[in-house]
Every structure is written in structure tokens, then in C-alpha cells.
């Protein structure tokens, strides 16, 4: 299962980091980024980033692997 | 696929699931049976091209070798945030909203925000009509009931076995000499807005800057573009400018790259939809109308030309499409 950490996490949010080869997940991604602005909640955000990267492994097509490999 | 409407009411007579888009006058003569439908009457399909009709309707057939299990299901604009739990997890379902309904407007400005969306598959279609008729009004259809749905959205869920991706195709893409635009709030109807952090009266700027608004600006969705363009029609003499989708705050947009043909680039995007597995697709209207669809084949598309396409959320000027994979 791909699982992301905090310092991983934070690169997500704090950087513009593109993942353009999946749809799903960098639609996703930027909805974390902006709850994150508004709530700035790491823990909520990692807990949510972790559940859709468990969930949704076959549906983003593998481009979870490839996040994980850039961060 | 096009079809007449006996051919239709055959495929709802033996019993098939079925998603279909016509002229109000045809999908109200349509019996009762497992379908969900909208009002369109611009369609692309491979077979015959880009078509104009309110004689033929769109007709999608989903196998039920393939659905596990289906289930037809209306929303109100308070209920549709309860949609995406609705969905199955293997699957996907198919969001038809009546544009400029009050679900369509709920679901414009707030779908990211609901409960599950990104864990299903949701895509979907604003119903439209025929731009150049006098009837601007759109409606969807519970095919189970009968009920003729003018607020609600109409969803079909479906649960199969195959895995699968939703994606777009988007032939803009941002200006890399744009600046950074931004907002400090929602917006449909822009006064004021942050160009690379300065805020400014956006209607002046963009007469200044001679800034060509029959091109959308470019939402950056941490690597994917969305679209947001302005209404067509408008002039920079107003304090206002009207925007087809919201603009949100927290997301970075730009000017789109110029295209030197919308018909050309139209078509050479569309090449990525060849030699895929897709069992559903949905293009704009906009594409349709300015990419000069009619008559026209895209492989492997099959669709309405729609009021807006869903792909999660409210899209607009793409093409959105499920494949297997």
C-alpha cells in the first residue's frame, strides 16, 4: 500500500508539485492543499491523503508510485 | 450510438440500461424503463460524426454482463452532496444535471467539497437545448418512474468489476507569459481580481493588456488545466466581467496559450482518445460549435455535446471520458 509521511506531505503543500499524469490524483491533491490553507491541519490532511492513496491505487493508475519517487 | 426513437423504445422494451440524450419532444415519448436521460440535441458519435438533431436520440448501452448491480436515484440541490456515497466503490455513476438548474449551480460551486467524491467514479453531463431555438430551458428524466426533473439531477450508479480511469482532454493549456491570477472569493462575475498579487479592476486590465477573452483563463489543479471561460458576447466597457464557471479563491489561474485553429487543435487532442477502452465519453458544446464537430468523426468518441461535463466536478470546454484499464 503507498503510504505518504509529514515531511512528504509538507512538500506536496508547501511546493508546486504537478501530477499532471493522473486526473484523479492531482485533482485531489489540490483539493488537500487548499482544506490545508484554510484549516491548516497536517494531521487531518496526511490522514486524508493516506485514505484516498489506499483507496484508489488501481483507479489513479499507478501514478501514486510515481509521486512517491518525486517527493 | 444515434438512434430513431423506435429504435429507442425497442432497447427500453427489452429491458436494457441505458443512458440517453434528445430533444424534449422525443425523450418524452420514451416508456418507462432502466434509463436515466437529458435534454441535448448536439451529439458525436464515431459512427455517424458530429450531428445536430431533435429527430435521433444518443443512446449509450451498458451490458448487464458487466453491471453487477445498478441502482437510478434524483437529487435535489440539498441531497446531491449525499450523491458520491451513493456510488458504488467499483463502478461509476452518471450525473445528469439540468444547466442552470439550482442543483447545476449547487453542484458548480461546491462538488469537490462532498463527502467521498474523489473515492468514486462521477462523471456526468449538464443537459442543455438547442442554442439556436427559442426554448432555453433543460430537463432530465427518471427513466424507472417517468418523473420529468427540471431542479434535480438524475444519477445513474452502476457497480462493475473492471477497474477503471476517469481523465480529460483539454486542448488549452496556460500562457506561460500569463500572470498569476487570483481571487479573494468565489466568483462568477469578476470586479476586482490579483494579478501576480496586485489587485486590480480585472475589466480594465483586460482592456489594457488587450487580453483575447473568447480564450478561457487556466485553473491550475496542481497540474491539471481547468477551464474557466468568460461568457461569450461580453464588452470591456462594463465595471463586471461574467464567467461560464466559478473562479475559486486558492487556485492559481493564468490566460490560456493562444491556438491558431480551435478546429485543428480540436482535432489532433482528440488523437489521445484513439486505441483506448473507453465505455463512456461526454464532450462540450462549446468544442462541438467552435471545434466545427458537425459532420466531423473523432474515434472513439461517443457522446452529447454537452452544457458542461463532470468529471468529479463541473467542467467545461473538455471532453471527459472513462476507459478500462
Redesign the interface.
Known amino acids: 500500500m503507498t503510504a505518504i509521511n509529514e515531511l512528504q506531505l509538507k512538500k506536496i503543500l508547501d511546493q508546486d508539485?504537478?501530477?499532471?499524469q493522473?486526473?484523479?490524483l492531482?485533482?485531489?491533491?489540490?483539493?488537500a492543499?487548499?482544506d490545508y490553507?484554510?484549516n491548516k491541519d497536517l494531521k487531518k490532511a496526511l490522514t486524508d491523503v493516506n485514505?484516498?492513496l489506499a483507496?484508489?491505487h488501481?483507479?489513479?493508475?499507478n501514478a501514486d508510485k510515481e509521486l512517491l519517487k518525486r517527493l | 450510438m444515434l438512434k430513431t426513437l423506435e429504435q429507442t423504445i425497442e432497447l427500453i422494451n427489452e429491458g436494457k440500461l441505458l443512458q440517453i440524450a434528445g430533444a424534449k419532444e422525443l425523450l418524452r415519448k420514451l416508456p418507462k424503463g432502466n434509463w436515466i436521460g437529458g435534454t441535448q440535441e448536439y451529439f458525436v458519435t464515431d459512427d455517424f460524426g458530429g450531428e445536430t438533431s431533435n429527430e435521433k436520440l444518443f443512446v449509450a448501452q451498458f451490458s448487464l454482463d458487466e453491471v453487477k448491480n445498478y441502482k437510478i436515484k434524483e437529487y435535489d440541490e440539498k441531497s446531491i452532496k449525499n450523491m458520491p456515497k451513493d456510488s458504488y466503490?467499483n463502478g461509476f455513476s452518471i450525473v445528469i444535471l439540468p444547466v442552470g438548474s439550482p442543483v447545476f449551480l449547487e453542484y458548480a460551486r461546491n462538488a469537490?467539497?462532498y463527502e467521498d467524491i474523489?473515492?468514486k467514479?462521477i462523471v456526468g453531463w449538464g443537459a442543455g437545448y438547442n442554442l439556436a431555438g427559442t426554448d432555453t430551458t433543460a430537463l432530465v428524466i427518471n427513466g424507472q418512474t417517468g418523473n420529468i426533473l427540471e431542479k434535480e439531477a438524475i444519477v445513474l450508479h452502476m457497480e462493475r468489476d473492471e477497474?477503471?480511469?476517469?481523465?480529460?482532454l483539454n486542448i488549452f493549456e496556460p500562457d506561460e507569459n500569463s500572470p498569476v491570477i487570483t481571487f479573494k472569493e468565489e466568483t462568477t462575475n469578476i470586479k476586482n481580481a490579483f494579478i501576480n498579487g496586485e489587485e486590480v479592476e480585472f475589466v480594465k486590465y483586460l482592456k489594457e493588456n488587450e487580453i483575447n477573452i473568447m480564450l478561457p483563463m487556466i485553473g491550475d489543479?496542481?497540474?491539471?488545466s481547468i477551464n474557466v471561460p468568460f461568457n461569450p458576447g461580453q464588452n470591456l466597457d462594463a465595471e463586471t466581467i461574467a464567467l461560464g464557471a466559478p473562479a475559486?479563491p486558492?487556485?492559481e489561474y493564468r490566460f490560456a496559450k493562444p491556438i491558431k485553429s480551435y478546429e485543428e487543435a480540436f482535432a489532433n487532442k482528440s488523437k489521445e482518445l484513439h486505441r483506448k477502452d473507453i465505455i463512456f465519453s461526454v464532450n462540450c458544446a462549446l468544442n462541438y460549435l467552435y471545434g466545427s464537430l458537425e459532420g466531423k468523426k473523432v474515434e472513439n468518441l461517443n457522446g452529447p455535446a454537452a452544457f458542461g461535463e463532470i468529471?468529479?466536478?463541473l467542467l467545461t470546454q473538455t471532453v471527459v471520458f472513462v476507459e478500462r484499464?
Open positions: 508539485v504537478k501530477f499532471s493522473s486526473f484523479t492531482s485533482m485531489f491533491i489540490q483539493k492543499k487548499v490553507k484554510v485514505a484516498f483507496a484508489n488501481q483507479k489513479i493508475h | 466503490s469537490v467539497d474523489f473515492f467514479n477497474n477503471i480511469n476517469i481523465s480529460i489543479y496542481s497540474g491539471q475559486f486558492l487556485i468529471a468529479y466536478k484499464i
